[in-house]
């Protein structure tokens, strides 16, 4: 390209890089969109490359949004994709991609209807982690994940703004999926260093007796979920080079055991397989600069009867507490094939009615 040219951006925070490049990169998505560019963050820098006439166009309207944002503007979601692409031509197309902005209330009201218990966001500085990763992520190539339901992005918000979130609900709605989402792009744009998922071994219901192999083969079938949703959002072969590099680790939970997890996205799946003990290990292996994730479905536990599950104490224990999450979901966040809202809700509707029988 005979007109390609750059420029680059110096940033004066982590806050700055967030403001422009948007939660999970919409804002970035939605500037390479619009003016035909790449868009690269690092070193305290944005580094726009393309057209001339674009790139030019493109930092004109960063510069704006910066200078805004430096004089203490106030900005919503919405205000600041219109800054963005108000000289692109894309302020219909920033209404149509961000869902959260065809709410005439906006985020807080989105946050405030949809299930998010407890809270208060920290500062964005406590939370990034000043750490220099050794592997230049920048690059990673992440597909691009949008909220499907309202509970989903509700969700995706309340994995930003809290240090322990907790997803529950249907299967098929997302939980696990948009919780390893949001740690790879956790990863890609610094704000932690590692992204460890971890599930408790216990078999559903069934005697799997012996199985051959070494550990990691043993393991394998327990985690493959975990390694399923991870190849949907990145290649395999990123997945293995950042699992050698210690970057991403899969392990059960028996591992967690000891270990202070510090500036990492950790993620609890199947959580409602853990005992209140089990759960209680998990949650206090929190370290600085890190969020946990913990999902699961309360309805589908595979301890035995007189076992309470970890997943449903905690959460009546914690609910309510600052900075942490309670996220929801119903068949109504179901993304899976049609029929599988169908068949949850045939399954559920006796368990209410016992409820209900009991309860009279």
Known sequence: MTDAHSITIPLRSNDEAILVLGPYDRNA??????????LYARSGTLRLEGARSNVVRAASRIEHLLGKHRKGREL???????????????????????PAST????????????GVDGGRRSSDASRRSSYDNRLDLSGLRVRAVEA???????????IERNSLTFGMG?????????AAAAGVRALRTGVVRRLIV????????ERLGFLPGDLQAKLDPYVRPVYDALFDLVSMDEV?????????????????????????????????????????MFLTRLGEGSRMVVTGDPTQTDLSPRQRSGL?????????????????????????????????????????QDAEGSGR
Request: no cysteine; hydrophobic share 35%.
């Open 29 to 38: 998505k939605l500037l390479r969109q619009t003016y035909d560019l790449e």
């Open 76 to 98: 919503d979601t919405r205000a600041i994709e219109q800054i963005l692409l108000a000289d692109g031509g894309g302020e219909s197309e920033a209404r149509a991609a961000s």
């Open 103 to 114: 709410h005439s209330g906006g985020r807080d009201d989105d946050r405030r209807r949809g």
């Open 148 to 158: 499907r339901t309202q509970n989903q992005r509700v969700y995706l918000e309340a």
């Open 170 to 178: 249907s299967a098929g709605s997302g939980k696990t999926f948009l």
């Open 198 to 205: 971890t599930r408790p071994v216990v078999e559903a219901g």
């Open 240 to 280: 293995h080079r950042l699992e050698e590099a210690g970057v991403i680790e899969i392990a059960p939970l028996a591992y967690m055991r000891g270990r202070t997890l510090s500036n990492a996205m950790v993620i609890l799946d199947e959580a409602q397989n853990t005992t209140t003990e089990q759960m209680k």
């Open 312 to 352: 449903s104490d905690a959460v009546q224990r914690l609910r309510g507490f600052a900075d942490v999450a309670v996220v929801e979901f119903g068949p109504r966040d179901i993304v899976r094939h049609a029929l599988v809202e169908k068949i949850v809700q045939a399954y559920d509707a006796p368990a209410r």
